[in-house]
Every structure is written in structure tokens, then in C-alpha cells.
């Protein structure tokens, strides 16, 4: 017989929109899930919040940046390459890049750039159920120490970098460490290479083949939700899937602005159409798989996760470890450990915990009890300060105790 540590739970970690996303909130679906990793700055009790941040003189005053990004090959810059700020334990969409590859944004003032499937995984509240079966209250991923960094939208940039993300590429960096508000908003040129062996796309062939007044219509929508303004952006996407309705990227910028506008129904839809359109377009099936995933629709979240993954494993490497949430609410372990084994080596700086901790889960499941003790006390190193770390230290210890008791005769 299994010990009972190794019962069945739901892990309900939903997905929640970036711009949208506070400790302690609940999801569509009425799930709740654990605060958000890094979250807590050491000497604070909260999170500040973005009215604080406005009211904050130091976080208030704007910070321009700008840059380039460009191919190394020298080729044509794929279409809507995003732009990421790459924190000590955050990452999030800051701008996007204009069709001859320049971008611009405020460091203090980022709400306005819309966030996408590719943001880091950041689950906020509470799980109801413990992971390992144990009688000691919610078995929650709680959050670790945050450390000294920012998280990408406003105050310090000290261990801060900008990346560009566009699937079948890979990006080098640039540090923020020294950047100031009073210095050249300009910081330099970020370089794309080519990513052999990548079956998905970023930009869909079907826009080669777009008429010049659906091109323009294109260009008017994600000109729009660069500044912020979804309303506007659908009403020129939706002009450009008119002329053109296999306009796969413009499907899947539509889609984008109708999320935003917290449209789920029709921004569902669009991103169907996107996939219709070129079924290797990576970012929709990503979009539809996080928008399963938040509001917990396991079987929908795998099927366009895996499919995303399996088209790029290597652009979006925020997707493993909800693709291993879901997985493990389906009792898909081998497919889960998979998938948080994936997590856990694409993210080599650790910055995201709880992957250790579903790992511990899996493993417990699948009665690998060495193994689960081995997870479970690497999360506990990484995250220290965990509001659930107690309750991990229990289960850590029952899984011993289950060790002990197999070893007697």
C-alpha cells in the first residue's frame, strides 16, 4: 500500500492575466491559487501595488528606454517581436518592436504594454488541497524570498536585462544595471539568431501573401496595442482579417486585443482562426493553451501546450511548467515530470521555485519517495522564506518517515 502522502489533489494553479494579477485573487473559475513567486521584497509585508507605485516619487518619475533589434544574418526582422525585461525573479512584456525593429517604453510606466502567453507563470492565492495528502492545512507554492530585484515594472533595475522573444529565435541581452533616468534613452541593439531544427513560426507565411491595404490595417492594430489601446487595435485587425482572412498573424493580434478587452469568447475565436490559418504559428496555440489553463480546462490546456512545445521547445520556455500543472490535474505523471523537468532546465538562474515543489508532488505520486526528498528540500533552499515552508518541512518529514518504515524488516 502507498503511504498517504502520496493521495491524489488537484493542483488548481490558474493562470492569471498579467495585468490583472494581485496576491490573493481569484481566477476565472472561482480556483484559487498560491502568491506569486518573488512577489515580496525583503523589508516589506506587500506587494506594492500600482497606485503606490504612481504615488511613489521614486518609482514616478519616467524612465524612457529605447533600442533596436536586429537580425544577425542581416535578414528581415520577423514581424512584432516582443520585448522582455528579464528581472531577478520576474519577467514581463514591456514593448514590442515597429516594423523597422525599434521600440520605446517607460520603464515606471509599463501597465500600458500588453502581455502575452509567454509571460512568466505567476499563480496568485491559495491552493485548497495539500500536494502530498497530509492533514496540516493548504499545501500552497508560497513565495520565496524575493531578493533585491525589480519586477520589471518600475523602481530599481539593478539585475534587470532586455530580451527580444520571437519563436525560432534566439536573443542576446542587455544589462540595466547602471541605466538611469536622466541617461541616453537609447541602450543599444539586441541581436536575433536563428534557431535551427524549429518546426513552429513566429510570423505566418500567410503574410507574405497579404494585400497591401491589409498590411496597413495590420500595421494601424499593432501600432494600437503598442500604446495600449485595444479597442483601437481590434477595430483595425479586425479590417485587416476582412480583406484577408488567412491573415494568421493579424488572427492572432485580434485575439490579443479581444483578451485584453477580457472578450475570452472571441478572443478564443480568433486565435482559432490564427491556427486554421497556419497551424505552426506557435503564439496561438500558446494563447489558447494559457487561456485553458486559467480558467483549469486540463485536457484543452495540454492539447495547444504540447502542440506549442512540440512546434518550439526552446522560444517559450515559461510554457513547461504550466504544460506540467495541467498534465499532473490530469494524472499525466510521466507526461508532467517531463514537462517540469523541462521548467526546471530552462530555468538555470531558479527563478521560479515551485517548479521543484510540483516536482516533489509527481514524484511522490509516482511513489519515487528518494526522489520527492530530494525535490522537495531543493525548493526548500531555494525558497526560504515560503509562507508554506513549515508545511513542507512536515511533508519532507513524513516522506522519511515512509522511507524509514520500508527499510525495517
Same mark, same amino acid.
Given at each position: 500500500m502507498k503511504p498517504?502522502?502520496?493521495t491524489?489533489f488537484? #493542483?488548481?494553479?490558474?493562470?492569471?492575466?498579467?495585468?490583472s494579477q494581485t496576491t490573493?485573487?481569484t481566477?476565472p473559475?472561482? /480556483?484559487?491559487?498560491?502568491?506569486?513567486?518573488?512577489?515580496r521584497i525583503?523589508?516589506?509585508?506587500?506587494v506594492p501595488n500600482q497606485?503606490?507605485? =504612481?504615488?511613489n516619487?521614486?518609482n514616478?518619475?519616467p524612465?524612457?528606454i529605447?533600442?533596436?533589434v536586429?537580425?544577425?544574418d542581416?535578414?528581415?526582422?520577423?514581424?512584432?517581436?516582443?520585448?522582455?525585461?528579464?528581472c531577478?525573479?520576474?519577467? %514581463?512584456?514591456v514593448?514590442?518592436?515597429?516594423s523597422?525593429?525599434y521600440f520605446?517604453?517607460?520603464?515606471?510606466?509599463?501597465?500600458?504594454s500588453?502581455?502575452d502567453?509567454?509571460?512568466?507563470?505567476?499563480?496568485?492565492?491559495r491552493?485548497?488541497?495539500?500536494?502530498?495528502?497530509?492533514?496540516?492545512?493548504s +499545501?500552497?507554492f508560497?513565495?520565496m524570498?524575493g +531578493?533585491?530585484?525589480?519586477?520589471?515594472?518600475?523602481g530599481?533595475?539593478?539585475?534587470?536585462?532586455?530580451r527580444?522573444?520571437a519563436?525560432g529565435? =534566439?536573443s542576446?541581452?542587455?544589462?540595466?544595471d547602471?541605466h %538611469? +533616468?536622466f541617461?541616453n534613452?537609447d541602450?543599444g541593439?539586441?541581436?536575433l539568431?536563428?534557431?535551427?531544427?524549429?518546426?513552429?513560426?513566429?510570423?505566418s507565411a500567410?503574410s507574405l501573401?497579404?494585400?497591401k491595404?491589409?498590411r496597413?490595417?495590420?500595421?494601424k +492594430?499593432?501600432?494600437?496595442? =503598442?500604446?495600449?489601446?485595444?479597442?483601437?487595435?481590434?477595430?483595425? #485587425?479586425?479590417?485587416?482579417?476582412?480583406?484577408?482572412?488567412k491573415?494568421?498573424?493579424?488572427?492572432?493580434?485580434?485575439g490579443r486585443?479581444?483578451?485584453?478587452?477580457?472578450?475570452?469568447?472571441t478572443?478564443?475565436?480568433?486565435?482559432?482562426?490564427?491556427?486554421?490559418?497556419?497551424p505552426?504559428?506557435v503564439r496561438?496555440?500558446?494563447?489558447?493553451?494559457?487561456?485553458?489553463?486559467?480558467?483549469?480546462?486540463?485536457?484543452e490546456?495540454?492539447?495547444?501546450l504540447?502542440i506549442a512545445?512540440?512546434?518550439?521547445p526552446l522560444s517559450?520556455?515559461?510554457l513547461?511548467y504550466?504544460?506540467?500543472?495541467a498534465?499532473?490535474?490530469?494524472?499525466? #505523471?510521466?507526461?508532467?515530470?517531463?514537462?517540469?523537468?523541462?521548467?526546471?532546465?530552462?530555468?538555470?538562474q531558479?527563478k521560479n521555485?515551485q517548479a521543484?515543489?510540483?516536482?516533489g /508532488?509527481?514524484l511522490a505520486q509516482?511513489n519515487?519517495?528518494p526522489?520527492?526528498?530530494?525535490a522537495?528540500?531543493?525548493?526548500?533552499?531555494?525558497a526560504?522564506?515560503?509562507?508554506d515552508i513549515?508545511?513542507?518541512?512536515?511533508?519532507?518529514?513524513?516522506i522519511q518517515?515512509?522511507?524509514?518504515?520500508?527499510?525495517?524488516?
Amino acid at each position: 500500500m502507498k503511504p498517504a502522502l502520496t493521495t491524489a489533489f488537484c #493542483l488548481s494553479l490558474a493562470l492569471v492575466p498579467a495585468q490583472s494579477q494581485t496576491t490573493g485573487t481569484t481566477p476565472p473559475g472561482g /480556483a484559487t491559487t498560491p502568491p506569486a513567486t518573488g512577489g515580496r521584497i525583503p523589508g516589506t509585508t506587500t506587494v506594492p501595488n500600482q497606485t503606490q507605485q =504612481r504615488t511613489n516619487p521614486e518609482n514616478s518619475m519616467p524612465i524612457f528606454i529605447s533600442g533596436k533589434v536586429t537580425m544577425a544574418d542581416g535578414s528581415p526582422l520577423p514581424h512584432g517581436v516582443i520585448i522582455k525585461s528579464i528581472c531577478l525573479n520576474s519577467q %514581463r512584456t514591456v514593448a514590442s518592436t515597429d516594423s523597422k525593429g525599434y521600440f520605446n517604453f517607460d520603464w515606471n510606466h509599463v501597465t500600458s504594454s500588453l502581455p502575452d502567453a509567454s509571460d512568466q507563470f505567476e499563480p496568485s492565492g491559495r491552493q485548497r488541497n495539500d500536494p502530498f495528502g497530509s492533514s496540516g492545512g493548504s +499545501g500552497g507554492f508560497g513565495n520565496m524570498n524575493g +531578493g533585491s530585484g525589480s519586477s520589471g515594472s518600475g523602481g530599481s533595475m539593478m539585475g534587470c536585462e532586455l530580451r527580444a522573444e520571437a519563436g525560432g529565435f =534566439r536573443s542576446d541581452s542587455l544589462t540595466l544595471d547602471n541605466h %538611469r +533616468g536622466f541617461d541616453n534613452p537609447d541602450i543599444g541593439t539586441i541581436v536575433l539568431y536563428r534557431t535551427a531544427g524549429i518546426e513552429g513560426t513566429s510570423v505566418s507565411a500567410t503574410s507574405l501573401n497579404a494585400p497591401k491595404d491589409a498590411r496597413k490595417a495590420y500595421e494601424k +492594430g499593432t501600432q494600437a496595442l =503598442r500604446k495600449g489601446k485595444p479597442a483601437d487595435a481590434q477595430l483595425a #485587425l479586425e479590417k485587416a482579417v476582412e480583406l484577408y482572412p488567412k491573415y494568421a498573424n493579424a488572427w492572432l493580434e485580434l485575439g490579443r486585443s479581444r483578451l485584453a478587452q477580457k472578450s475570452l469568447e472571441t478572443a478564443a475565436q480568433a486565435f482559432l482562426n490564427a491556427v486554421d490559418a497556419d497551424p505552426k504559428l506557435v503564439r496561438a496555440h500558446a494563447e489558447l493553451g494559457m487561456m485553458a489553463a486559467r480558467q483549469s480546462s486540463w485536457e484543452e490546456a495540454t492539447k495547444y501546450l504540447d502542440i506549442a512545445l512540440k512546434l518550439d521547445p526552446l522560444s517559450f520556455p515559461q510554457l513547461w511548467y504550466p504544460d506540467a500543472v495541467a498534465h499532473f490535474n490530469l494524472k499525466n #505523471l510521466d507526461m508532467a515530470e517531463k514537462s517540469v523537468h523541462s521548467a526546471i532546465q530552462h530555468d538555470p538562474q531558479n527563478k521560479n521555485p515551485q517548479a521543484h515543489h510540483l516536482l516533489g /508532488a509527481i514524484l511522490a505520486q509516482k511513489n519515487d519517495l528518494p526522489g520527492a526528498a530530494v525535490a522537495l528540500q531543493a525548493y526548500m533552499k531555494l525558497a526560504p522564506a515560503a509562507s508554506d515552508i513549515s508545511l513542507v518541512k512536515n511533508q519532507l518529514a513524513e516522506i522519511q518517515n515512509a522511507q524509514s518504515a520500508k527499510k525495517q524488516p
